[in-house]
Each structure stands twice: as structure tokens, then as C-alpha cells.
């Protein structure tokens, strides 16, 4: 009798606490494969969209009852004549490759489809976040990664643009940025407390000081082994977006999972999120209503063994079936 009342209410409480299904803000996903390379140096990671392509990713959401717009991938001139600016690497080629992603992801959002970018190298962000902020004047961005990528020209150890992408996009650092030749179009359109990060563990010291002092909302490694993955979602949503209403950007770079699951990555750091991890913040941020673009960034599937490459790719598949399409049962 106890046992059986005990049994009904937890019943009860679990499927008051089911979603049937994950409501998507939009019905309609539009992708667009971004072979961006010029942001980093190892060589391979234009192939990602390719090989994300290749593992079926569109077939699937497409039977899963999604919508889906292929553009294809974007086209991008390339300048041999790109001289480092104050040590920026590549200033042509990415300054003009993120204007065209720019107006690409902001027409698919205009449409109405979730825009869903294939990488490439996380420099493309610059371009899909400004063009999310062009099309959705209150976005807000979640961050996933084991890096801030929030260098400025100034601070990057590297000249490496796919780690300084945000500096360009954060009103708070405009005055720490120096004039570079092919960037002058980039308006900061996003502010420090519209941003989460989720999963860092390696940052460098210039890094360390901007998280630290522009009141960006930090969520390393530590806090989601301390808080667990839906805690720490919970408190990101919490900080960002209070009252569930505001579009949300996803930006996902691969090397936030741990480099035994996702080996296939220019640079990998230990300590990183499980696979379910990973696709939690896919399925919770989904389940809001409100996810309008999706970043898949920093797969290169020519680094690792042909074993750690299918893994790569398949743990990101998951994400984005698991993230987009209605599979919460
Ligand atoms: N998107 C990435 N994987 N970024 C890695 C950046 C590494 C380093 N912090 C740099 O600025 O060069
Ligand atoms: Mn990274
Ligand atoms: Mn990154």
C-alpha cells in the first residue's frame, strides 16, 4: 500500500517533470557549411563541413520531420598577399570571409530557420554572431568551449583570430581593440552580461583579466564538475537570459568535449565534458524554444587516427541530432 502510494506520486512527479517533445523556436533549420581555416594553422579543419555532411547529419534531421535548407558552403576569395597586422594572421581573407557569413547567417535568420553553421575554424563566429545580433537586436550567447577565444590583437599569444573572435563582437572592449585593415565594418553588438561560457579550462593571461573584469559569466570545468552540467545550464540561463525570452546563440567549439572523445581538433586540452555533457546543453538549450543559431566549430577531420576522426565527428552528429530535432521522448 505504502510502496504503491510512494510509486504513483514519483509517477506523478516524473511525468509532471517529462517534456514530450523539445519545442524548437523554429521549425525550419537552414545550414551553412563555413571551410574556414585562415583563423588557426594546422591544415585540414576547411574540411570539417564535409565531413559533418558526410556522417549524414541532414538525412537525419530531415526524417526526424525538421526542415531542412542546405546553402551549401559558402565560397570564400583567397588572398595570398594577407601580411599580419600587429601579428594578427590573415587579416584579408577573415575580415572579408566574415562579412559574407555575417549576411548569410542573418538572411537564414530573417527567414525564420535556426541558423546551423558548420565549421571550420571558430574565427567564423565573429561573422555569425554579428550576423545574429543584425537579425535579433536581444540575442544572447552561450559560449562552449575549453577556450575564452577573447583575445585582443594585443594579448594573443598566437595572432591566431580563431582565439580573439569575441574581442571583435564585445561592446565593453572596444576601446582595446586597434584598427585592423578588412575589420573596420565589425560593430561590437553584443555586451559582457548577455554572455556564458560553459566548459573553459584554458585560458591565457590576457583572457584571464577581461573574464575576470568585464562581467562575463564564467562557467569552467570546475563549476560543472562541481554544480553537474544541468546546474550549471540552469545558472547560465539564469545570468543571461532571466526571463526565457530572448534568442539564443550557441556556439559549440568540438574541444569542449574531452580530446578522448573528440581527438579530431586543432587544439585539444585535457579535462574536458562527457559526450552527454555536451549534448545536454544541445537538448536544454533547444527545449527553451528560443535557440536561433548554432555554431559547430574546430572538427578537422585530417588530425588523429581514422578511429578518432569517426569519433569526432559522430559525438558532434549527436549533438546536433539530439539538439535540433524532436528526440527528447
Ligand atoms: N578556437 C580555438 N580552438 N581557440 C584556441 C585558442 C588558443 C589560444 N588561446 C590562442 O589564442 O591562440
Ligand atoms: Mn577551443
Ligand atoms: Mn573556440
Same mark, same amino acid.
Given at each position: 500500500?505504502?510502496?504503491?502510494?510512494?510509486?504513483?506520486?514519483?509517477?506523478?512527479?516524473?511525468?509532471?517533470?517529462?517534456?514530450?517533445?523539445?519545442?524548437?523556436?523554429?521549425?525550419? &533549420?537552414?545550414?551553412?557549411?563555413?571551410?574556414?581555416?585562415?583563423?588557426?594553422?594546422?591544415?585540414? $579543419?576547411?574540411?570539417?563541413?564535409?565531413?559533418?555532411?558526410?556522417?549524414?547529419?541532414?538525412?537525419?534531421?530531415?526524417?526526424?520531420?525538421?526542415?531542412?535548407?542546405?546553402?551549401?558552403?559558402?565560397?570564400?576569395?583567397? +588572398?595570398?598577399?594577407?601580411?599580419?597586422?600587429?601579428?594578427?594572421?590573415?587579416?584579408?581573407?577573415? =575580415?572579408?570571409?566574415?562579412?559574407?557569413?555575417?549576411?548569410? $547567417?542573418?538572411?537564414?535568420?530573417?527567414?525564420?530557420?535556426?541558423?546551423?553553421?558548420?565549421?571550420?575554424?571558430?574565427?567564423?563566429?565573429?561573422?555569425?554572431?554579428?550576423?545574429?545580433?543584425?537579425?535579433?537586436?536581444?540575442?544572447?550567447? &552561450?559560449?562552449?568551449?575549453?577556450?575564452?577565444?577573447?583575445?585582443?590583437?594585443?594579448?594573443?599569444?598566437?595572432?591566431?583570430?580563431? =582565439?580573439?573572435?569575441?574581442? +571583435?563582437?564585445?561592446?565593453?572592449?572596444?576601446?582595446?581593440?586597434?584598427?585592423?585593415?578588412?575589420?573596420?565594418?565589425?560593430?561590437?553588438?553584443?555586451?559582457?552580461?548577455?554572455?556564458?561560457?560553459?566548459?573553459?579550462?584554458?585560458?591565457?593571461?590576457?583572457?584571464?583579466?577581461?573574464?575576470?573584469?568585464?562581467?562575463?559569466?564564467? +562557467?569552467?570545468?570546475?563549476?560543472?564538475?562541481?554544480?553537474?552540467?544541468?546546474?550549471?545550464?540552469?545558472?547560465?540561463?539564469?545570468?543571461?537570459?532571466?526571463?526565457?525570452?530572448?534568442?539564443?546563440?550557441?556556439? +559549440?567549439?568540438?574541444?569542449?568535449?574531452?580530446?578522448?572523445?573528440?581527438?579530431?581538433?586543432?587544439?585539444?586540452?585535457?579535462?574536458?565534458?562527457?559526450?552527454?555533457?555536451?549534448?545536454?546543453?544541445?537538448?536544454?538549450?533547444?527545449?527553451?524554444?528560443?535557440?536561433?543559431?548554432?555554431?559547430?566549430?574546430?572538427?578537422?577531420?585530417?588530425?588523429?587516427?581514422?578511429?578518432?576522426?569517426?569519433?569526432? &565527428?559522430?559525438?558532434?552528429?549527436?549533438?546536433?541530432?539530439?539538439?535540433?530535432?524532436?528526440?527528447?521522448?
Amino acid at each position: 500500500m505504502f510502496i504503491s502510494s510512494l510509486f504513483s506520486g514519483i509517477t506523478k512527479y516524473f511525468v509532471s517533470q517529462t517534456r514530450s517533445l523539445v519545442r524548437l523556436s523554429k521549425d525550419k &533549420v537552414g545550414v551553412i557549411g563555413v571551410p574556414s581555416c585562415k583563423g588557426q594553422s594546422a591544415g585540414g $579543419v576547411q574540411h570539417g563541413p564535409k565531413a559533418l555532411r558526410q556522417a549524414g547529419i541532414i538525412d537525419k534531421l530531415t526524417q526526424l520531420g525538421v526542415e531542412v535548407y542546405d546553402y551549401g558552403d559558402l565560397v570564400f576569395e583567397q +588572398f595570398d598577399d594577407d601580411t599580419p597586422i600587429l601579428g594578427l594572421k590573415n587579416p584579408k581573407n577573415i =575580415g572579408l570571409a566574415a562579412k559574407k557569413i555575417s549576411d548569410q $547567417v542573418s538572411r537564414v535568420i530573417k527567414d525564420d530557420q535556426i541558423a546551423l553553421t558548420l565549421g571550420g575554424d571558430h574565427s567564423l563566429s565573429i561573422g555569425t554572431i554579428h550576423g545574429h545580433a543584425a537579425a535579433e537586436k536581444n540575442m544572447c550567447l &552561450v559560449w562552449v568551449d575549453a577556450h575564452a577565444d577573447i583575445n585582443t590583437p594585443l594579448t594573443s599569444p598566437s595572432g591566431n583570430v580563431h =582565439g580573439m573572435a569575441l574581442s +571583435f563582437l564585445v561592446k565593453e572592449l572596444k576601446e582595446y581593440i586597434p584598427q585592423i585593415p578588412h575589420f573596420e565594418w565589425i560593430k561590437p553588438c553584443i555586451s559582457a552580461k548577455d554572455i556564458a561560457y560553459i566548459g573553459l579550462r584554458d585560458l591565457d593571461p590576457g583572457e584571464l583579466w577581461i573574464v575576470r573584469n568585464m562581467g562575463i559569466s564564467c +562557467f569552467t570545468m570546475h563549476e560543472v564538475d562541481r554544480y553537474g552540467i544541468d546546474m550549471v545550464l540552469r545558472m547560465s540561463m539564469q545570468a543571461i537570459n532571466p526571463h526565457g525570452d530572448r534568442p539564443i546563440h550557441l556556439s +559549440f567549439d568540438v574541444d569542449s568535449l574531452d580530446p578522448r572523445i573528440s581527438a579530431a581538433t586543432g587544439t585539444p586540452v585535457p579535462g574536458g565534458l562527457s559526450v552527454r555533457e555536451g549534448i545536454y546543453i544541445a537538448e536544454e538549450l533547444a527545449a527553451t524554444g528560443k535557440l536561433t543559431a548554432v555554431d559547430l566549430v574546430e572538427v578537422n577531420p585530417l588530425l588523429g587516427t581514422k578511429e578518432e576522426r569517426d569519433l569526432t &565527428v559522430y559525438a558532434v552528429y549527436m549533438f546536433i541530432i539530439s539538439g535540433l530535432s524532436l528526440c527528447v521522448i
